[in-house]
């Protein structure tokens, strides 16, 4: 039968058209239809305010999705990478249903943005947007200093109008005299963060002796160095004293404690859990850092 295809090139060419039609159909139009329809609604996800809806559209006005996708796929790998510590981390169908167009992208040449939000304390995204070297000294983002000029709400009623977005006058106020950055950082901050995906997380108990192994051990703590300087000195300060995150050579916690918090991260408060990217031993290597200056002012 497939010779006598082969030999029937029109008729060939019209089947090959028709399955490719069909594929096209399914994974592509099907989809759109599904992300803005209202039954795949998530009762938790709630539509941009006006702010949120200003700092969307310089998203799109400065192709931030040439290369941050939006978009959690169902994968093993996916999810640990971009929703990390949970099992369903995953993008689901009902938190798209206010994207009006999605940024869902192709290219990753950055990470993926769809759980950004909570991640980072808001003056991260502040220092990271006007200067991303600082916060990730191998980033190669570009610097959007430029978004510090004020914010055009001239038309932020009419859009949200067009939308059919829900707002109050005090939001629409709150707008004015606020930067594109301010804009662009709440956006951010909502992102992926309306349903509860980080409760599921897996926070489980760490078990066993939570002793440093590298106690006393000086090679320990100069490898530790310099993983605090790679993972934590753009937050809590070069010299530990603090920045945007609490200045470490104070604290008065037991280093078990500390081993909890670094491993688990605090959810919410900005401090990244370091359990997955470091592993047990260099965290213990940082601690041993840590140690080593504790109680310099
Ligand atoms: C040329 C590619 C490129 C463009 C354009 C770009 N980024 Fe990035 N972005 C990156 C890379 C690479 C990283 C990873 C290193 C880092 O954190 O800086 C990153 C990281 C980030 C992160 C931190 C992600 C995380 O999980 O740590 C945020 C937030 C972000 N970008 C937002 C934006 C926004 C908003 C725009 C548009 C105004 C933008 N990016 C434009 C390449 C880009
Ligand atoms: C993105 C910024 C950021 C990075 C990177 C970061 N931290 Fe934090 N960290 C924070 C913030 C913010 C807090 C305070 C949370 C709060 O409000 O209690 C914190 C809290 C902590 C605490 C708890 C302090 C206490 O009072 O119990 C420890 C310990 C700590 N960080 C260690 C580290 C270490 C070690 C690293 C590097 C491996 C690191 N952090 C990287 C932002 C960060």
């Given at each position: 039968m497939f010779d006598l295809l082969e030999k029937k090139p029109v008729i060939l060419l019209l089947l090959a058209a028709v399955v490719i039609m069909i594929g096209t159909t399914v994974t592509m139009i099907a989809p759109f239809k599904w992300i803005n329809d209202p039954s795949q609604k998530i009762a938790g996800v709630k539509p941009y305010t006006p702010l949120q809806l200003e700092g969307r559209d310089i998203y799109i006005r400065e192709g931030c999705n040439n290369c941050h996708t939006q978009t959690v796929r169902p994968l093993v790998a996916d999810v640990a990478r971009y929703a990390p510590g949970s099992t369903d981390g995953y993008s689901k169908v009902g938190e798209f249903v206010y994207d009006q167009p999605h940024l869902w992208g192709s290219r990753r040449t950055g990470p993926d943005l769809a759980r950004i939000g909570g991640k980072y304390p808001g003056a991260w995204h502040y220092k990271h947007m006007v200067d991303p070297q600082s916060m990730v000294?191998?980033?190669n983002m570009p610097s959007y200093a430029f978004l510090k000029q004020p914010l055009d709400s001239s038309i932020t009623e009419r859009k949200m109008k067009a939308l059919g977005f829900p707002y109050t006058q005090g939001e629409l106020d709150a707008v004015k005299g606020k930067t594109e950055l301010d804009a662009m950082v709440a956006y951010l901050q909502k992102l992926g963060n309306d349903i509860p995906w980080r409760k599921a997380a897996v926070a489980g108990p760490l078990v066993g002796?939570?002793?440093?192994?590298?106690?006393?051990?000086a090679a320990g703590g100069v490898e530790g160095k310099k993983l605090y300087e790679e993972n934590c000195a753009q937050c809590h300060g070069k010299d530990l004293k603090g920045d945007i995150g609490v200045p470490l050579a104070e604290l008065k916690k037991t280093e078990g404690e500390i081993f909890t918090t670094i491993y688990q991260g605090l959810d919410r408060l900005g401090m990244p859990a370091f359990g997955d990217t470091l592993g047990k031993e260099k965290v213990w290597k940082v601690i041993s850092y840590i140690s080593s200056r504790k109680g310099e002012k």
């Amino acid at each position: 039968m497939f010779d006598l295809l082969e030999k029937k090139p029109v008729i060939l060419l019209l089947l090959a058209a028709v399955v490719i039609m069909i594929g096209t159909t399914v994974t592509m139009i099907a989809p759109f239809k599904w992300i803005n329809d209202p039954s795949q609604k998530i009762a938790g996800v709630k539509p941009y305010t006006p702010l949120q809806l200003e700092g969307r559209d310089i998203y799109i006005r400065e192709g931030c999705n040439n290369c941050h996708t939006q978009t959690v796929r169902p994968l093993v790998a996916d999810v640990a990478r971009y929703a990390p510590g949970s099992t369903d981390g995953y993008s689901k169908v009902g938190e798209f249903v206010y994207d009006q167009p999605h940024l869902w992208g192709s290219r990753r040449t950055g990470p993926d943005l769809a759980r950004i939000g909570g991640k980072y304390p808001g003056a991260w995204h502040y220092k990271h947007m006007v200067d991303p070297q600082s916060m990730v000294p191998k980033s190669n983002m570009p610097s959007y200093a430029f978004l510090k000029q004020p914010l055009d709400s001239s038309i932020t009623e009419r859009k949200m109008k067009a939308l059919g977005f829900p707002y109050t006058q005090g939001e629409l106020d709150a707008v004015k005299g606020k930067t594109e950055l301010d804009a662009m950082v709440a956006y951010l901050q909502k992102l992926g963060n309306d349903i509860p995906w980080r409760k599921a997380a897996v926070a489980g108990p760490l078990v066993g002796d939570l002793k440093n192994p590298f106690a006393g051990n000086a090679a320990g703590g100069v490898e530790g160095k310099k993983l605090y300087e790679e993972n934590c000195a753009q937050c809590h300060g070069k010299d530990l004293k603090g920045d945007i995150g609490v200045p470490l050579a104070e604290l008065k916690k037991t280093e078990g404690e500390i081993f909890t918090t670094i491993y688990q991260g605090l959810d919410r408060l900005g401090m990244p859990a370091f359990g997955d990217t470091l592993g047990k031993e260099k965290v213990w290597k940082v601690i041993s850092y840590i140690s080593s200056r504790k109680g310099e002012k």
